[in-house]
DNA sequence: CTCCCGTCCG
DNA sequence: CGGACTGGAG
């Protein structure tokens, strides 16, 4: 649910859908219009598809999700950043999970000129710390930063706690 | 208009 | 690589 779409409007269904469909297995076996309608007015309806797809799978295969972030992107509508989601916050692997705050975090902080997405998840690795319990930490703390203080429209960097070490923080205190 | 805890297809 | 997919908020 939260692929593109605000954490803000994902709130609004996403208790309503774990009601509806509890686990994998409640999720594999509904009705797929039922599924389709628990996520009427989310958009990219393809997600639902994906994700009943994937409960399909994984039950089929035993029923329990893969820790790997290779084996999870193997599953229907797992991109990258989802995969690696997984992988940290729901069984502190040691991986990165760049998503578009991330992303943006990493682009002004070390990358103010231009890089590509191959950069910033290479720089996200670099910085990521050798635990996957501190990996977990880490992943979740810069996601926040670039959701609450690093953000799209207004950065605030009189409140960031890197501004110091960012590349754009530093130019933008001493400019304004 | 851009942006949002992206992924897939061509 | 670019574009499609979706809809609401700022």
Same mark, same amino acid.
């Given at each position: 649910?939260? !692929? !593109? &779409? !605000? ?5 609004? *269904? ?5 009601? !509806?469909?509890? #686990? ?19 958009? *990219? ?6 994700? $009943? ?12 999700? @893969?820790?790997?972030?290779? $084996?999870?992107?193997?599953? @229907?509508?797992?991109?990258? *950043?989802?995969?690696? #989601?997984?992988?940290?916050? %729901? ?6 999970? +760049? ?22 998840? %290479? &720089? ?9 319990? /501190?990996?977990?930490?880490?992943? $979740? ?10 953000? #799209? ?5 009189? +409140?960031? @706690? ?12 001493? /400019?304004?």
């Amino acid at each position: 649910m939260l !692929q !593109q &779409t !605000q954490v803000s409007r994902v709130l609004e *269904y996403w208790p309503r859908f774990l009601e !509806q469909f509890p #686990a994998l297995p409640a999720l594999a076996s509904a009705p797929p219009a039922s599924v389709r309608e628990a996520w009427d007015g989310l958009g *990219y309806y393809r997600r639902a598809a994906n994700l $009943q797809a994937l409960a399909r799978t994984v039950v089929s295969n035993g029923g329990v999700l @893969p820790d790997d972030p290779a $084996q999870l992107r193997r599953l @229907p509508g797992v991109g990258r *950043y989802t995969a690696g #989601a997984v992988a940290s916050f %729901a069984f502190e692997r040691r991986t990165a999970a +760049v998503d578009t705050n991330v992303a943006r975090v990493l682009r002004r902080a070390f990358h103010p000129r231009r890089a590509n997405e191959a950069t910033l998840w %290479a &720089t996200a690795e670099a910085l990521l710390p050798r635990r996957g319990r /501190d990996a977990w930490t880490f992943n $979740q703390a810069i996601m926040e930063l670039g959701a609450l203080v690093c953000t #799209a429209r207004v950065r605030r960097c009189e +409140v960031c @706690p890197v501004r110091a070490a960012c590349a754009t923080g530093r130019k933008v205190t001493s /400019d304004k």
